[in-house]
């Protein structure tokens, strides 16, 4: 597999590469509002953003609340890993954090992606944003 560097840090350190990442993935691919996509959540987010040779591919926050999200690959790099080694980095950096669990929402299609970690569903599915979803999480 190719060599993936992952950063963290603030919204103002990584706004520019999240914040082109989740316009491809989110509002031109998933027809995601704008007014949805961008909320007052990312000031105060712990912000991780993949690098392959230089380029971000791929980023995800996670909140205070230990809730994982915007979890984006870009399309051209999707089913190559770099979802996997994002999400073992962001729990590894959760456990590290001593935080009792992460859970996240999950779209329904990512459900199986998230089990693969050690995710389990909890409760019914709901419409966010017209997408299907399901809350998942993973306890320490
Ligand atoms: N459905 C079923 N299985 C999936 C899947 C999907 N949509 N996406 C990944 N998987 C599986 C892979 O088969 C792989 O299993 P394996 O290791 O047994 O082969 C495992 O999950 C890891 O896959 P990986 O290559 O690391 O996933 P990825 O880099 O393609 O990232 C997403 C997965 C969901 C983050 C990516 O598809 C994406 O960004 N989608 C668009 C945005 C989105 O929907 N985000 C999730 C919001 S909740």
Redesign the pocket.
Known sequence: MQDYEIQSGTWTQFAAEAKSIREQ??IQ??RIAPEDEWDAQDAVALHFVVYATGQAI?TARLLENHSI???????S???????????QHIIQVAKQQQRPWVK????E??????Q??SFQVEGESYLDCGIP?VDMRLIF
């Open positions: 993935v989110f691919e998933q791929a999200g915007r979890v984006a690959v870009l399309k790099q999707r089913g190559l890993g770099v979802g996997r080694v994002l999400m996240l929402s999950a779209q299609h990512a459900i199986p992606f998230y693969s970690l979803h």
